[in-house]
C-alpha cells in the first residue's frame, strides 16, 4: 500500500497562496496506478475529500475550493500537489493524501484507511 508524507502548510492572510506536497513512501511503484486526494480536517469537524486527480488527470473539486485550488500530480517524483489560491480563514484545518477511488466517473474516499501521514496545518487568517 502507498503511503504520504504532506508538506508546505502554514499561516497565510486572507488571499494569500500555499502550495502542499504529498510525496509517495513505502509501495512507491503504484504510485501511478491510483487516484490520489487531497482531504481537509477542519477544528471539531470530520475529514472530508477537497480535490481529487486521477491516474489520467482529471480532477474534481468541491464547490467552495473550485476556481482557487488546483490539484496536480508528477509521477516520475510520485509526488501529488495541491496549489491553494486566495486562501480564506474557511479553508483553515489539517489538509491531507490518500488514495481514492474512482466510481462512474467520480472521485469517492476508501470506506477505511490503514494509514493517514502526519498532515499539513494550513490556517488562513481572515
Known amino acids: 500500500q502507498v503511503q504520504f508524507v504532506e508538506s508546505g502548510g502554514g499561516s497565510v492572510q486572507a488571499g494569500g497562496s500555499l502550495t502542499l506536497s504529498c510525496a509517495a513512501s513505502?509501495?512507491?511503484?503504484?504510485?501511478?496506478?491510483?487516484?490520489v486526494g487531497w482531504f481537509r480536517q477542519a477544528p471539531g469537524q470530520r475529514r472530508d475529500m477537497v480535490a481529487a486527480?486521477?491516474?489520467?488527470?482529471?480532477?474534481n473539486y468541491i464547490w467552495s475550493v473550485k476556481g482557487r485550488f488546483t490539484i496536480s500530480r508528477d509521477s516520475a517524483k510520485r509526488t501529488a500537489y495541491l496549489l491553494m489560491n486566495n486562501l480564506e480563514a474557511g479553508d483553515t484545518g489539517v489538509y491531507y493524501c490518500?488514495?481514492?477511488?474512482?466510481?462512474?466517473?467520480?472521485?469517492?474516499?476508501?470506506?477505511?484507511?490503514?494509514?493517514w501521514g502526519q498532515g499539513a496545518q494550513v490556517t488562513g487568517s481572515p
Open positions: 486527480i486521477s491516474t489520467g488527470g482529471a480532477t
Open positions: 490518500n488514495e481514492v477511488r474512482y466510481c462512474n466517473g467520480g472521485p469517492m474516499a476508501y470506506h477505511q484507511y490503514d494509514h
Open positions: 513505502g509501495n512507491t511503484g503504484s504510485f501511478s496506478t491510483i487516484g
